[in-house]
């Protein structure tokens, strides 16, 4: 029994012994009787530690043969046949891979990590780099990237072990060679180690991956090479998202300034026009949108040109619903800048933005939220601009947040929106509450509290009695 204060420990044979119980006497599946069980002592705060759940079954012994596997990639290329490590890398490759069930792929890449196989396959990487070993580099890199792709424990392991100092080899090899397959798996592997990880991302930009992220991405351009550049681009987002809850944001603007300093916006909008390609396009559309994010790289993406390469790109109405989302997203971004959304309305951006708005907009409220996000932005402080959106643009608003009621960011956005159309346009009020604007702000209140406060200012702003109803602390606000 556990003394006074401490978790109670399960043991492998009472673990085992509960399994048991509920296939047998409840009529459950071997997986769903070993999470159930989990579950089960979970709930009760036990210690779980000593427990395997993969229990006695197949899956141990999966376990314990790619445990060999990783231990013959440990020998290297001295200690085992080149016969041996095609094979365990081709099987730590499939465990881990996309194509494996999701437990048993979560269940070998623990496996790898705890058998320092990543360490393993970082010095079999080293060893094909220094003696040029082509082909059996193209066959560590997949391995590498499928033991720690859709794992947050694999990638902190990954910043371990020489890891990130071997993919760093092969980028730089890739880039002085001009070798685009192996820039292509180089980089695959950078994309799968550093999304949602700062301790991965930051010894990545620190050994210079930003310029030869940079420099792939434009040879996938020169070359026409659609696989490299969405490769390429998933990989410089994946560096410069800042998706580690963990860690601080500064550490991804820092990372934006340095890939906007090493050419990142111009290889991005150049790789934008050059693929027609889906997957291409839409990674430079989603690099864009996180550069985007960065005070520095939006006003260098100005610069570059950025706005009406978006603008083109929705134009054409190429690619799926995500890319026009991402295209918005970036304008949304730079409209930020005062300049910029000026311009925006004076080059054809704006009256694009209306026409994806009322073409899109009862199917697509993430993409409304964008646009109309767009517009709120474009009229703040800018009465020139206010007048150029106009009533119709007020109306096609409006028209989003009443088919979309329940979507909170729309919502908020048109209710900025409004309130900025009209607050040195107050011509605009009437019209714009002929077109239901007071209908769709209190509805838009009382969906969600959180847009109380911008629905309030935008009635007012409109002339329109309103009021907020008076509160307890436990009470979230709402409107009379």
Known sequence: MAAFGQRRRISQQAFDACVAENVEDCGMGREEAVWNAYEHFDFQNADLSAVDPDGPGERREARDVLRIQVALLARGVGGATRAELDAALAFVAAACGRDAAPRAAAAARATVVAARGLAALAALVDACVEDGDRPLLLKCLPALAASVRGDAAARDAFRYGGCVEAVLRVLRAAASAG?????????AVVAAAAAGTEGVKAPLVAGGACPLTVELVLAAVEAGDARLGAVACRALAAVAAADDPRAASAGAAATATKLADAGAVNAL????????????ARAAVDGLALLAASEDAAAEIVRAGGARACRDALRERRGSAARRRGLAGVLRHLAGDDGAKDAMCADGTLEELLEVLETFRDEDPALGEHVVACLARMAL???ANAAKIGVAGGALVVAAMAAHPAHAGLNRQGALALRNLVARNPEHAAPLLAAGAEAA??????ADAANVDVAFA???GLGVE???APRGDADPPRLL
């Open 179 to 187: 070798d685009r397959r192996l820039g292509r798996a180089g980089l």
């Open 269 to 280: 909008l150049a790789a934008l026009a050059a693929f027609g390609d889906e997957a291409a």
């Open 381 to 383: 402080r800018r009465p």
């Open 441 to 446: 702000l209190r509805a838009a209140a009382a």
């Open 458 to 460: 935008a009635l007012r």
């Open 466 to 468: 309103a009021a907020m």
